[in-house]
């Protein structure tokens, strides 16, 4: 595995890269909070073996700094659009969990030409009620209009919050604060799209989910299923916003999927 920064978009990204450097590129891209190496560990060597695996830190989270304080979709979007530019790495398979998923449906909307297929897990993009009553649990508050309350937070997600302090002890041991309040933001600022958006997404997709997903129930993923141009659906019985158990699962869905519905035009 190389550990590498990247300059790109005015930032220095950090990021993990393994496989052979003149494979087929898929890029990782990880939660809200996360950051590419816990997030993306168990999965880098069996995706290697098929791919050259790129999987950065987004902007505030782990080792790359968000200079600005800003958090969009957007904007990660077109980070990561640069950063694929500055590895020559076109063409690219974008895999996305959760926030992940919303930066990579940005990337197909924005840079359909950089994007060969998508992989889309847990994405977030009708915000209803279900969305913001598990908002709401997440950030330990009765409602949307409060801000988090980090005590909640610790005691009902000890494992989580122990987590964010360490990913993000990179940029000082209290970063994880700072960035939690700016994914507050992001969290509750909903995204909207027209026909004109979902058009736009030329490369064909992957929509997951689990079916106990508490922020996004099945059927807004059956939505945004229908909403793509080119996509198909895989639900996971008994999996919430996470991954299943079996690391393989998801590995091998997603290999296959490329294989069909994007091989390799060599």
């Not at 190496?37 to 790359?64: M, Q």
């Not at 304080?69 to 979007?77: D, K, N, P, V």
């Not at 895999?95 to 950089?114: Q, T, V, W, Y």
């Not at 915000?127 to 409602?143: K, M, P």
């Amino acid at each position: 595995m190389i550990d590498r920064r990247v300059a790109a978009n005015g930032l220095s990204i950090h990021c993990l890269e393994e496989g052979h450097p003149d494979g087929e590129p898929l890029v990782l891209l990880h939660g809200g909070g996360e950051a590419a190496r816990p997030r993306w560990s168990p999965y880098l060597r069996a995706l290697s073996r098929r791919f050259r695996v790129i999987a950065p830190d987004s902007r505030g989270h782990g080792g790359t700094v968000n200079p600005s304080g800003e958090l969009t979709y957007r904007l990660m979007a077109e980070d990561t659009a640069a950063l694929c530019e500055a590895l020559n790495a076109d063409g690219a398979v974008f895999c996305g969990f959760s926030d992940g998923a919303n930066i990579a449906l940005e990337l197909g909307m924005r840079f359909p030409k950089r994007c060969r297929a998508l992989v889309l897990h847990g994405t977030a993009f009708t915000f209803s009620d279900d969305y913001y009553q598990g908002l709401c649990q997440f950030f330990g508050v009765e409602s949307r209009d409060e801000p988090a309350n980090v005590e909640n937070m610790e005691r009902s997600m000890p494992e989580l919050m122990a987590g964010m302090r360490r990913w993000h002890a990179p940029q000082g041991p209290d970063h994880w604060l700072r960035l939690l309040r700016q994914l507050e933001v992001l969290f509750k600022t909903p995204v909207s799209y027209g026909p004109e958006d979902w058009a736009q997404v030329t490369a064909p997709a992957l929509v997951l989910t689990g079916d106990r997903d508490p922020f996004m129930p099945v059927e807004e993923q059956v939505e945004l299923y229908r909403l793509l141009p080119q996509a198909e659906l895989a639900v996971w019985p008994g999996v919430g916003h996470a991954f299943p158990k079996r690391a393989e699962l998801f590995t091998d869905l997603l290999v296959d999927f490329v294989d069909r519905r994007a091989p390799s035009p060599a």
